[in-house]
């Protein structure tokens, strides 16, 4: 399956975007899919997870409250609302997609490309 990550990009603390995450090519309800995010001298973290059919989900707990992911298996993508951004949160975003269906899998088998979020304070 390939992945297309889109949405990222420039505002101010206490706002929202929206991340995308596009889907082609294998079965897209097969998977469970993450998002992730790599800050500037960090390692990458996880920051949340969707079951295949988008009823189980799971969070970081920094996220908590204000991320929420969802998907839409006929548009085969997923979505990372991020509201009350702060600027902990700038960072390279990525999604992921693991054909195991876990959430908190430590695998995951195929990657999108990053889309970057800056969050200014």
């Known amino acids: 399956v390939q992945l297309q990550a889109s949405g990222g990009g420039l505002v101010q603390a206490g706002g929202s975007l929206r991340l995308s995450c596009a889907a082609s090519?294998?079965?897209?309800?097969?998977?469970?899919v993450g998002w992730f995010r790599q800050a500037p001298g960090k390692e990458r973290e996880f920051v949340a997870a969707?079951?295949?059919?988008?009823?189980?989900?799971y969070y970081v707990d920094s996220v908590k409250g204000r991320f929420t992911i969802s998907r839409d298996n006929v548009k085969t993508t997923v979505y990372l609302q991020m509201n009350s951004l702060e600027p902990e949160d700038t960072a390279v975003y990525y999604c992921?997609?693991?054909?195991?269906?876990?959430?908190?899998?430590?695998?995951?088998?195929?990657w999108g490309q990053g889309t970057k979020v800056t969050v200014s304070s």
């Open positions: 090519g294998r079965t897209f309800s097969n998977y469970a």
């Open positions: 969707i079951s295949r059919s988008g009823v189980s989900t």
């Open positions: 992921a997609a693991n054909r195991a269906g876990l959430l908190r899998a430590t695998l995951w088998d195929y």
